[in-house]
């Protein structure tokens, strides 16, 4: 699905945690956040990020990630076109048209059919 940037957004993270279905992960539940269905996250590489609730499971007393995971944020400008993929508690992962991937804000963009 395509959608059209209708608010600038900054990615805040350079280099977040990124790590296959299966890896070990300690979320951090006491970590404010005013984004419903995300934990912080540290991975097996000791990069940390925001985390969808919904893609971890626990293992005994071992967090893991359902599946594969990159917390990467793109950065977009008002106008650019966005192709739309998977939506996740407030968020989009999105492809711009240069090729890069990333989690934007779904109140950044509008994806309506009959824009």
């Known amino acids: 699905m395509r959608a059209r940037v209708t608010r600038p957004y900054e990615r805040p993270y350079r280099d977040p945690i990124a790590a296959p279905a299966g890896a070990v992960v300690v979320p951090d539940f006491e970590r404010p956040t005013d984004i419903?269905?995300?934990a912080w996250c540290t991975?097996?590489?000791?990069?940390?990020?925001w985390t969808p609730l919904a893609w971890l499971v626990q293992d005994g007393g071992t967090w893991r990630l359902a599946r594969d995971y990159d917390a990467g944020e793109l950065t977009v400008a008002v106008g650019e076109t966005l192709e739309l993929g998977v939506y996740e508690s407030g968020f989009w992962w999105a492809?711009?048209?240069r090729g890069e991937a990333g989690w934007v804000p779904?109140?950044?963009v509008d994806a309506s059919p009959d824009r």
């Open 36 to 38: 419903d269905g995300w």
């Open 106 to 108: 779904a109140g950044h």
């Open 43 to 49: 991975g097996p590489d000791g990069r940390a990020g």
């Open 95 to 97: 492809v711009n048209g």
